[in-house]
């Protein structure tokens, strides 16, 4: 079974810039997550989706973060226009279903912004 | 609102030995809670979910607990070998499977 898949792995940009990720999750699952995780901490939520819905954003900084899972299968994260405080790796996870306990996880996209 | 914390943040130990990491939290109406590894680069890999209604979860050489009236869980890992260094999360559900972690603890194992 083929794990969540996200791209890029790494970025590098300037601040002001605007960034795009990308989160494929396992085949079947219907819940999404992005989470962020700064570097010595542990992740914190931004966003979690059922099917194409969104559940809960209530820590996504919405004045520059937006996500879309169009079709309820692939996410995108975008930020615009990025900060320093953004740097950081964005992980994507997926779930089965709404409240199923195990969430699989990607290998993560670092972002540094500079 | 749900704050966990990790301790130590990091921990370095020889091979052979048995540990235990600590996980506390504050808040204890939760669905369950679990036990995360992550290595350098990579995702998070869940190592052990214990239900709120469990006190404890056993998986190969570790071993979860769960006090929820004192608010702690540990994680004990017995006869540690070089590739148990990772860094471990604790995460807690509080509802809708959305997770609160911890800042982990970083381990080393020396051969």
């Known amino acids: 079974e083929a794990g969540v898949a996200q791209s890029p792995r790494y970025k590098i940009i300037e601040k002001r810039q605007s960034v795009a990720f990308w989160c494929n999750p396992i085949s079947g699952h219907a819940t999404l997550y992005w989470y962020q995780q700064i570097l010595g901490q542990g992740p914190k939520l931004l966003i979690q989706?059922?099917?194409?819905?969104?559940?809960?954003d209530s820590q996504l900084p919405k004045d520059r973060f937006s996500a879309e899972r169009l079709k309820g299968v692939d996410s995108t994260l975008k930020i615009q226009p990025a900060k320093l405080e953004d740097s950081a790796v964005y992980l994507c996870a997926s779930s089965l279903r709404l409240n199923t306990d195990t969430q699989y996880f990607g290998p993560g996209t670092r972002l540094t912004v500079l | 609102k749900q704050e966990v914390t990790q301790i130590p943040a990091a921990l370095s130990v020889p091979e052979g030995e048995n540990l235990v990491l600590n996980c506390s939290f504050t808040?204890?109406?939760?669905?369950?809670l679990q036990w995360f590894r992550q290595d350098p680069g990579k995702g998070l890999t869940s190592l052990l979910l214990?239900?709120?209604?469990?006190r404890e979860q056993t998986s190969g050489r570790l071993n979860a607990s769960l006090d929820k009236s004192s608010g702690r869980s540990t994680l004990y890992i017995a006869a540690s070998q070089p590739g148990d260094s990772a860094t471990y999360l604790c995460?807690?559900?509080?509802?809708?499977?959305?997770?609160?972690f911890g800042g982990g603890t970083r381990l080393m194992v020396k051969p």
């Open positions: 995460a807690l559900n509080n509802a809708g499977n959305m997770l609160t």
């Open positions: 214990i239900q709120s209604s469990q």
């Open positions: 989706f059922q099917n194409n819905g969104v559940v809960d």
């Open positions: 808040d204890s109406a939760i669905y369950n």
